[in-house]
């Protein structure tokens, strides 16, 4: 089955700095990549996703990467802003029959002002 | 549009008594459905799906059950709460034809076993 990993588990950054997480995957068949974001006492929210076909999507500060071939993903803030302090998932799925998600351990970012 | 409803917020249980969370879904018809748990600090584990009514796939032994009694409804129950039962849990769902959409989460249900 598939297994995802996430890295780093925190990050800390200042206001205005650039932020990385990184993911990698182990089922070469996924093809369905999304990240969502978990504000405190909140569920996580959707903002992003990918699938297998694109290599990059952006969405104002924020953009995905994919490389297939050394299966791993990775989401890009820029101008980052105290807002976006929170916890991070990746996952993966895929596009086929029953979709179960398969979630990464998550990552703390924490902007600083 | 969907939304996804999820109570109670917040739960405080002594340990031994039943438990009952309940998620319902609207705007949209046989969706796959999930129950998280979240310990704090920890990432998302996914307990139960359900892909139809009376249809239940547990991910992980333990002291928990799910049901569905109709299509856009999702119960978690417990008949006896124990501490490490604690944390907060979450109700998902998702299309039953894509995966494209993702998921979408509830706003979750912080449960304290005392």
């Known amino acids: 089955g598939e297994n995802v990993e996430q890295h780093p588990s925190t990050l800390s950054v200042q206001e205005g700095d650039s932020a990385v997480i990184k993911c990698t995957y182990s089922d070469s068949a996924s093809n369905y990549f999304p990240w969502y974001k978990q504000e405190l006492g909140k569920g996580p929210q959707l903002i992003i996703d990918i699938r297998s076909n694109v290599g990059e999507k952006k969405d104002q500060r924020i953009a995905v990467t994919l490389n297939k071939t050394a299966k791993h993903f990775s989401l890009h803030i820029t101008e980052t802003q105290p807002e976006d302090s929170a916890v991070y998932f990746c996952a993966a799925t895929l596009n086929t029959g029953f979709q179960k998600l398969v979630f990464g351990t998550g990552t703390r970012l924490l902007v600083s002002p | 549009s969907q939304t996804i409803h999820q109570w109670p917020a917040t739960l405080v249980q002594p340990v031994g008594s039943p438990l009952s969370l309940e998620c319902t879904v609207e705007g949209t018809s046989n969706p796959n459905l999930y129950w998280y748990r979240q310990a704090a600090g920890r990432g998302l584990q996914l307990l139960f799906y359900s892909v139809g009514i009376g249809q239940i796939s547990s991910e992980v032994p333990q002291n928990l059950s799910a049901s569905r009694p109709q299509d856009r409804q999702f119960i978690l129950s417990s008949k006896k709460l124990l501490l490490s039962d604690s944390g907060f849990y979450l109700c998902?769902?998702?299309?039953?034809?894509?995966?494209?959409?993702?998921?979408?989460f509830g706003s979750g249900t912080r449960l304290t076993v005392v």
């Open positions: 998902a769902w998702s299309r039953r034809d894509r995966a494209r959409y993702g998921y979408t």
